[in-house]
């Protein structure tokens, strides 16, 4: 079956370092990858996508990269600060049409 | 971009009582979602709303259950049927345009508490 593993629940880093967070997929030939963002009691919201020939994309402070290869996704945030607190969402698809799963997230912590 | 507004926001039940959530989008969207998300856990996909027919339901999700309605391309209702404590949970609408591979747009929630 399909699975989706996000590195850890939980990733406490300091302001100004770089986080970095992996996702993880089995059973998956996704075209595409979506990396959204969580706060407490809100919806997600989406952040980038990169799709299966693009090996990294960068928007700002963020860089996700794509090994079809390892099935891996990795996301950065550089320069990190209390306001990237949050859970972070993967979400690899095999094509445009299908709905989104998405791995279980990963909470960010970024301290002062 | 689309706006997603869903309602109630919150909203305390009593068991074996169903309860039916509305989600509005700001324009016409090609796809719409519901998902349901338990304390401290991810989303998991219900159902997908299809336009003018019957709803594809995930694995371990029924139409007895939760029946969705989407009679137009910026509407879709979602019933939690006969709930138990067990359905407490926050449902979220989706919503994806223009028909190509792109983001979703989520709707902030609907916290359901069952007693």
């Known amino acids: 079956s399909q699975k989706i593993e996000q590195n850890s629940e939980a990733l406490n880093i300091q302001e100004g370092k770089t986080a970095t967070l992996t996702c993880n997929y089995t059973n998956y030939s996704p075209a595409y990858l979506q990396w959204y963002r969580q706060d407490p009691g809100r919806g997600p919201v989406f952040l980038l996508l990169i799709r299966e020939n693009e090996k990294e994309k960068r928007k700002e402070r963020l860089k996700v990269t794509f090994d079809t290869t390892l099935k891996q996704s990795l996301f950065h945030i550089t320069a990190s600060q209390p306001a990237d607190s949050a859970t972070y969402l993967c979400?690899?698809?095999?094509?445009?049409?299908?709905?989104?799963?998405f791995g279980k997230g990963t909470r960010l912590s970024v301290i002062a | 971009s689309a706006v997603i507004s869903q309602k109630p926001s919150r909203d305390i039940c009593q068991r074996g009582t169903s309860l039916t959530i509305q989600c509005q989008v700001d324009?016409?969207?090609?796809?719409m979602f519901w998902y349901r998300q338990q304390p401290g856990q991810s989303l998991t996909l219900i159902a997908t709303a299809n336009q003018g027919s019957e709803a594809t339901y995930e694995s371990g999700f029924v139409i007895d259950k939760f029946p969705i309605s989407r009679p137009n391309l910026t509407f879709s209702t979602l019933t939690v049927s006969n709930m138990s404590p067990e359905d407490s949970s926050i449902y979220l609408c989706s919503a994806a345009s223009g028909g190509k591979v792109g983001e979703l747009f989520f709707g902030e929630g609907s916290r359901l508490t069952v007693l």
């Open positions: 324009s016409q969207v090609t796809m």
């Open positions: 979400a690899p698809a095999n094509s445009g049409n299908t709905p989104l799963v």
